[in-house]
């Protein structure tokens, strides 16, 4: 969706190294969800962030939500082999908790 | 994560056959969505339901159908499966529509249209 969009849309790590990926709306966000899907499966809820200024942590993966509401950061520090996947992030507009999808960034980290 | 679940999994059907995935939820959440996930276009939203028989259309609803009859239950229809309907299928729910809820995806149905 042009409303929200994810970059990079593929990252390629060695191991150890830290790497952001970002997210960015076109209007002020409700919430911003980000999930995680490995290959062939499901999506996993990672964080929700509402409020400007927000940040949140959950092992090394730290997400953060700018004081506009109009951009989100997701980071992780120190990659390992299974942060990899496709991370997604997820518009909440208010409606009645439909999200609008970015289209992913594909994650590999090289061992 | 909440317990949903979806079934079947994996299914190969021929053009022009119904096809009904179905989406079970153990957590009493009244709003419920199947998205669909295809490359180059995210996940996109095809029907969701705010509670028993009362559901709407989302982004990309032409040639699905959707019925809640149940709260746990969601079920999603193609009447007349077509190739371009070949895609991943979440389901995914939440306790109330208003922001701030946790959002939850079940494991996805792989559809593929021959």
């Known amino acids: 969706s042009q409303e929200l969009e994810q970059s990079p849309q593929s990252l390629i790590v060695q191991e150890g190294k830290n790497l952001t990926i970002n997210c960015t709306s076109s209007?002020?966000?409700?919430?911003l969800y980000w999930y995680k899907q490995k290959y062939g499966e499901g999506l996993i809820f990672l964080m929700m962030?509402?409020?400007?200024?927000e940040e949140k942590s959950h092992e090394k993966i730290t997400a953060k939500l700018d004081e506009k509401k109009q951009q989100s950061s997701l980071h992780i520090t120190a990659s390992q082999p299974s942060h990899a996947g496709i991370y997604l992030c997820?518009?909440?507009?208010?409606?009645?908790?439909?999200?609008?999808f970015g289209q992913g960034t594909e994650l590999s980290v090289k061992p | 994560d909440a317990g949903i679940t979806q079934s079947p999994r994996h299914k190969v059907t021929e053009t022009g056959t119904p096809v009904t995935l179905r989406c079970h939820q153990t957590?009493?959440?009244?709003?419920m969505y199947w998205y669909r996930q295809d490359p180059g276009h995210g996940l996109r939203l095809i029907h969701y339901?705010?509670?028993?028989?009362?559901?709407d259309k989302g982004e990309v609803s032409d040639g699905y159908s959707v019925s809640r009859s149940k709260t746990e239950d969601f079920l999603l229809t193609l009447e007349s499966a077509t190739s371009s309907q070949t895609s991943v299928y979440f389901c995914?729910?939440?306790?109330?529509?208003?922001?701030?809820?946790?959002?939850?995806f079940g494991e996805g149905s792989w559809l593929t249209v021959v």
């Open positions: 209007k002020t966000l409700y919430g």
């Open positions: 962030l509402q409020k400007g200024g």
């Open positions: 957590e009493n959440h009244r709003y």
């Open positions: 339901s705010y509670g028993v028989k009362d559901t």
């Open positions: 997820g518009a909440d507009y208010n409606q009645g908790g439909k999200l609008i």
């Open positions: 995914a729910s939440t306790p109330r529509g208003d922001s701030g809820n946790t959002i939850y």
